[in-house]
């Protein structure tokens, strides 16, 4: 069993920046077979992939849509995964979730993920 906490969230302005955190409460060892995805959930929409990264030595990867705006980091030893979040736009107004997974293979379908935090409310207001 994973526990996510997802922090960070807020409002700000359009072109402005915000980093979002995911840490794992009472972990002190994630393992490299998990990996972490981000998504986001805008009202009256459906859940949508952002981007993901695992805890070896993979490569980030992330959505069309936030490609080259959003970077996915780790740190390993503190356990967290951030979401840092430049140029926003009205559009990337959602809950942000993250969430997590056993395996690396490549994976961008929410019912993959089988742990979930409980989603941080991003609002760009322009």
């Known amino acids: 069993q994973v526990t996510l906490v997802e922090s960070g969230g807020g409002l700000v302005q359009v072109g402005g920046s915000l980093r979002l955190s995911c840490t794992a409460p009472g972990r002190t060892y994630i393992g490299r077979q998990y990996a972490m995805g981000w998504f986001r959930q805008a009202p009256g929409k459906e859940r949508e992939f952002v981007g993901r990264?695992?805890?070896?030595?993979?490569?980030?990867y992330y959505a069309d849509s936030v490609k080259g705006r959003f970077t996915i980091s780790r740190d390993n030893a503190k356990i967290t995964v951030y979401l840092q979040m430049n140029s926003l736009k009205p559009e990337d107004t959602a809950v942000y979730y993250c969430?997590?997974?056993?395996?690396?293979?490549?994976?961008?379908?929410?019912?993959?993920?089988?742990?979930w935090g409980q989603g941080t409310q991003v609002t760009v207001s322009s």
């Open positions: 969430a997590a997974r056993i395996g690396t293979r490549l994976v961008t379908s929410e019912d993959e993920y089988m742990y």
């Open positions: 990264i695992d805890w070896s030595a993979g490569s980030p």
